[in-house]
């Protein structure tokens, strides 16, 4: 995005010069569902990204606008709509609500988005919006709040607001993402850790180009899966609070107690935090014999055990898997469409994805988009510096 351009289309509309803000989207190396059980997940922030723009408003209202999605909106500050409208501002409504509980918002503002996060690939575009219009709306205000803090107040209105009952994983990556790292995250403690990722490697994501949409349905319904197994577990093993705290060999004692579908649930989120665990040492290490394993073992247990791949992913992963160059390869992000991850070493990277479009297409009569990527930087402020 060229800043000046950004800065030209502001002023047009708005009459004001803005301050901008800029967040990733981000792609999860490996650790799926296992957010909201209080588990470990290992994502790296991604080149695209959404950019917000903001100036201040003394009139109460609350303008949004973007020259990609459609829609002008405008609200009052003081009357917010309570429950999520159906529209992309929804994200920014969201956390517009919860800073208005916290007594943070500002009286108004004017916002442009311009979003290059792919929507509905699994790339978190909604953690990107979220996160980048929470500091532009901070930033109008004196209050100073961490990124873990902004982070959680992001997810906090994707849950209540928007009804999405997603975990923390997005926004924290968005926000404290690092060029040329992943970031492993303990998603009960917040303590995080940056691996790097070995700079002879590059992120390959290919997109299925069908749609995900988790607003509900399916994703709600695997959480609410996982509670059932930890309210059956707590039985055998009272001190639990999460699936976090179950590990694979307690699960298979009391398989018995689990209905067969609770029990395959439960065994995908306790073998998936052992694995992200596992490859991060790895990584660490430069085991990526290791790595290829544990993301193999990670697509597998999706597949069969938490049911939310689909046969596109399916098909891209088994396209991927033994290519020259291939160090490991899985479905990332929410599951039912969306994008596989590809660690791929960087002298394949071109013939890969030529492989990869063409077999794609071939199997499913579908073109991909194939984003090449390094891990990038969490949110910044871009306005100040250019
Ligand atoms: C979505 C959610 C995350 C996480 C992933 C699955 O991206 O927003 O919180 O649960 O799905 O790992």
Redesign the pocket.
């Known amino acids: 995005m060229n800043l000046r351009e950004f800065g030209q289309r502001f002023e047009a509309r708005f009459g004001d010069r803005p301050r901008v803000f800029r967040a990733p989207g981000r792609v999860?190396l490996i650790?799926?569902?296992?957010?909201?059980n209080d588990g470990f997940?290992m994502p790296a922030a991604v080149g695209f990204s959404t950019h917000v723009g903001i100036s201040p408003r003394s009139d109460g209202k609350l303008l949004v606008h973007s020259d990609e999605f459609p829609g002008n909106f405008e609200f009052e500050v003081h009357r917010l709509p309570e429950r999520r409208t159906g529209e992309w501002c929804d994200y920014i409504l969201g956390v517009a609500s919860v800073l208005r509980e916290r007594d943070c918002l500002p009286s108004g503002a004017n916002l442009l988005v311009h979003g290059e996060v792919p929507i509905g690939a699994?790339l978190?575009s909604?953690?990107a919006i979220e996160v980048a219009s929470a500091l532009a709306l901070l930033s109008l205000g004196n209050n100073q709040l961490s990124l873990p803090e902004i982070a959680k107040l992001c997810?906090c209105a994707?849950n209540e607001f928007v009804g999405?009952r997603?975990?923390?994983?997005?926004?924290f990556v968005s926000c404290m993402g690092k060029a040329e790292h992943a970031v492993l995250l303990d998603c009960r403690s917040l303590e995080f850790k940056f691996v790097p990722i070995p700079p002879r490697i590059r992120l390959v994501v290919c997109n299925t180009m069908v749609k995900h949409e988790?607003s509900g349905g399916e994703?709600n319904d695997r959480r609410a899966q996982c509670e059932e197994g930890v309210r059956l577990l707590k039985q055998r093993f009272p001190s639990i609070k999460a699936l976090r705290d179950v590990s694979p060999a307690q699960l298979e004692s009391h398989r018995g107690d689990l209905p067969e579908l609770i029990y395959r649930r439960c065994r995908h989120i306790v073998t998936e935090n052992a694995r992200v665990v596992r490859t991060a040492e790895a990584l660490q290490k430069g085991d990526l014999r290791a790595v290829g394993e544990c993301m193999a073992e990670s697509h597998m247990s999706m597949r069969d055990d938490y049911e939310i791949s689909c046969r596109e992913l399916d098909i891209m992963v088994d396209l991927a898997n033994g290519r020259e160059g291939l160090i490991g390869a899985r479905m990332t992000?929410?599951?039912f469409g969306g994008c596989t991850i590809n660690l791929v070493r960087i002298d394949a990277v071109e013939q890969f994805k030529t492989a990869m479009l063409s077999g794609y297409h071939h199997a499913t009569g579908i073109s991909s988009d194939i984003y090449v990527s390094n891990a990038g930087a969490g949110i910044t402020e871009i306005s100040a510096n250019g």
Do not use: K, L, P
């Open positions: 999860n650790g799926e569902h296992t957010d909201y997940v699994g978190s909604s953690a997810r994707e999405a997603v975990g923390i994983m997005d926004q988790h994703y992000g929410g599951g």
